[in-house]
């Protein structure tokens, strides 16, 4: 079984600071993909940004990049200059490869961009 | 505007009701899911669909059924719902096979609420 797991439930930053946002997954899989969402209040999910386990780089999108440490099981999404935006619930996911299987998510980090 | 459209946005039903939510996809995706968003609980995959065919279901309670008429229409028919039912109902979509990593596009759910 796969698992997902986000130790931190809240975070405050300031604005325009770097935001480091933690993310560990156990799968016995060795194909598979993770994933980050950003739920704002108004509850829409908005992807952000995909790693495969494949991949030899660390995935990037804009102000969003993918701390990808696959011996250490980690992903944590790192989030440039921050904005007030920026604020919103962040999901990590995974999904096996191999199939159209739904994603499993973990617990989400509650971020708060201060001015 | 999204790509996945939810109906209706907010909904509050009896013990004793019958009512369906609908999910539509403009995007040409072959997959389609349904989540269930509770408070300080990851979001639970529910159902999955791909090319029309429910592929899994994850031990869902027989008061939800599902239904997928084709690939851009998602149904999920309540009845005899319970309180504890009462969450915001995510639908999502992706490419499915032969892409599997593929992220999801979110609809903006559906805020149920049992009485």
């Known amino acids: 079984a796969q698992k997902i797991t986000q130790t931190q439930p809240g975070m405050f930053v300031q604005e325009k600071e770097a935001v480091t946002l933690d993310c560990t997954y156990d799968t016995s899989d060795p194909s598979y993909g993770l994933f980050w969402y950003k739920q704002p209040s108004s509850g829409e999910m908005i992807f952000l940004i995909y790693?495969?386990?494949?991949?030899?780089q660390n995935a990037t999108e804009g102000r969003y990049s993918l701390n990808f440490q696959k011996a250490r099981k980690s992903a944590n999404l790192v989030i440039s200059a921050s904005q007030l935006g920026d604020s919103a619930m962040y999901f990590c996911?995974?999904?096996?490869?191999?199939?159209?299987?739904?994603?499993?998510f973990g617990k989400g980090t509650h971020l708060i961009i201060q001015p | 505007e999204t790509g996945v459209t939810q109906t209706p946005r907010h909904l509050v039903m009896g013990m004793t009701n019958k009512k369906s939510l609908k999910c539509e996809q403009h995007l040409g995706h072959n997959a389609m899911y349904w989540y269930k968003q509770s408070a300080k609980k990851p979001l639970e995959l529910m159902f999955v669909?791909?090319?029309?065919?429910?592929?899994e279901n994850n031990s869902v309670p027989s008061r939800f059924s599902p239904e997928c008429p084709n690939s851009s229409h998602l149904f999920l028919h309540l009845h005899t719902l319970q309180p504890e039912d009462s969450a915001l109902y995510l639908c999502?979509?992706?490419?499915?096979?032969?892409?599997?990593?593929?992220?999801?596009?979110f609809g903006n759910g559906t805020r149920l609420t049992v009485t």
């Open positions: 790693q495969g386990s494949y991949d030899q």
């Open positions: 996911a995974m999904r096996r490869g191999g199939g159209a299987d739904g994603l499993t």
């Open positions: 669909y791909n090319f029309k065919e429910q592929t």
């Open positions: 999502a979509s992706s490419q499915g096979k032969p892409d599997p990593n593929s992220p999801l596009h």
